[in-house]
Nanobody, 129 residues
Framework: QVQLVESGGGLVQPGGSLRLSCDASGFTLNRHAVSWFRQAPGKEREGVACISNSDGNTHYADSVKGRFTISRDNAKNTVYLQMNSLKPEDTAVYYC??????????????????????WGQGTLVTVSE
């Protein structure tokens, strides 16, 4: 059974940090590009960061560039999202998702939810005083 499970969410003050984890089971994660998405109440789901399956290439949304870092440990079948300098506007449910690479430049598709077949259930991140 293919499964992605996120963890690491919680309540943090503005300026703080969190590290999210995405653990995969039932399939080989290193054959898939993995992205993190987020969805705030009343807003559409948006792509945050993605990492390729092979060469570690990454891509970020402008809103998180320089603050968030995506990484992967293929031996553990896990992808991480290190989030620093958190802002109240980062508050959302964060999801990881996996997709077989499309064979074109990753940045053109990896932040688009429709391109992803496998999704986790999400973990809530709240940035507040």
């Amino acid at each position: 059974q293919v499964q992605l499970v996120e963890s690491g969410g919680g309540l943090v003050q503005p300026g703080g940090s969190l590290r999210l984890s995405c653990d995969a089971s039932g399939f080989t994660l290193n054959r898939h590009a993995v992205s993190w998405f987020r969805q705030a109440p009343g807003k559409e789901r948006e792509g945050v960061a993605c990492i390729s399956n092979s060469d570690g290439n990454t891509h970020y949304a402008d809103s998180v560039k320089g603050r968030f870092t995506i990484s992967r440990d293929n031996a553990k079948n896990t992808v991480y999202l290190q989030m620093n300098s958190l802002k109240p506007e980062d508050t959302a449910v964060y999801y990881c998702a996996a997709a077989v690479p499309l064979g074109i430049r990753m940045s053109t598709w990896c932040l688009l939810p429709a391109q992803f077949k496998y999704w986790g259930q999400g973990t809530l991140v709240t940035v507040s005083e």
